[in-house]
């Protein structure tokens, strides 16, 4: 008996293979277009208070720079001054052309002052103006140049801008005061400190030239005050003199008299300063609209530190010449 195995069926003709899966073409996704935003306006709320802080923070910014200014970093300006004064004034000794009177120009050195008691060491620039004296002490024009056969008078700030003058009224009878000019070297010996209503100095036969330093104090005691309330005179003397040219004036303007200001000439650059301000304000009010808060101050805050350098100069004019 034989076994056989049936082999399966091959496939015929009419057996058709599975199709393949259709592929789709492939296309781009649709993009979903955003529908434009409209701004928010900022609420009624928020605009006040941007005003009100933007405002308030240029004010305290400001008058911080004013008073830092005043007490502090004028005395760097005044140091440079002083520093680019000495060279002129030393050029002109060299030269031989520096001034010896009567009529010399405003703001130009005329002496060195030297006081070694309290550690002076200035140039003295002619005009007391409140602007002649940002620079250190001034010479009162109608009065004899230091040395010279006469009374000198030299004008100096209490507290401001290098406060040259802050301790003259320290000084002691006896005390030695140093003043050089285009006409020599001289030397004062100072014979009394005396405020308002206590009696000049008398001169005596031997005296040939005579010196009196003035600055501002505050009334009721010997230190300065941001506002002095009286004058301080310190009075010297030589017992040599040089000669004094003719010509001399016989008065000077107010703003240059002792506690003289400079109101009426200095208002328009004043008022020039004040715009530049509002303007300045306005610009930051604008721009913190659009801008972070603190990229607006970073890029503000330099120019509006210029501006109330320049405002504080002019500021110091309207002010006492001797605070």
Do not use: K
Request: proline letters at 10%.
């Amino acid at each position: 008996m034989t076994m056989t195995t049936q082999r399966p069926a091959a496939p015929t003709a009419h057996a058709s293979a599975p199709a393949p899966a259709r592929r789709r073409p492939w296309r781009p996704a649709p993009r979903r277009t955003r529908s434009a935003r409209r701004p928010v306006a900022p609420a009624p709320a928020d605009d006040m208070w941007s005003v009100i802080s933007t405002t308030s923070l240029m004010c305290c910014l400001v008058a911080g720079w004013m008073v830092a200014q005043m007490l502090y970093l004028g005395g760097l300006s005044q140091d440079r001054a002083q520093d680019a004064l000495y060279e002129q004034f030393r050029g002109e000794l060299a030269a031989a052309t520096a001034p010896i009177g009567p009529v010399v120009e405003v703001g130009a050195p005329v002496a060195t002052l030297s006081i070694p008691h309290i550690g002076l060491e200035q140039v003295v620039v002619e005009g007391t103006a409140s602007g002649d004296l940002l620079v250190g002490p001034g010479h009162l024009r109608n009065t004899v140049l230091p040395g010279q056969r006469g009374t000198s008078a030299v004008f100096g700030r209490a507290t401001t801008y290098g406060a040259p003058f802050a301790r003259i009224g320290e000084l002691d009878p006896g005390d030695q005061v140093n003043v050089t000019t285009a006409q020599g070297s001289t030397r004062f010996r100072v014979i009394g400190v005396r405020r308002a209503g206590d009696p000049l100095p008398q001169p005596r036969p031997e005296d040939a030239a005579r010196l009196v330093l003035v600055s501002g104090e505050a009334s009721g005691s010997r230190l300065p005050a941001l506002s002095p309330g009286r004058v301080v005179y310190v009075d010297a003397q030589a017992d040599e003199a040089f000669d004094t040219p003719a010509g001399l004036p016989r008065a000077v303007p107010e703003p240059e008299q002792a506690m003289g200001t400079e109101s009426g000439a200095v208002m328009p650059l004043l008022t020039l300063c004040l715009g530049l301000l509002l303007a300045l304000t306005l610009g930051v009010i604008a721009a913190r609209q659009r801008f972070s808060a603190a990229l607006v101050w970073v890029v503000t805050t330099p120019v509006v530190i210029a501006v109330a350098w320049l405002t504080t100069d002019v500021v110091m004019r309207l002010l006492p010449n001797l605070m």
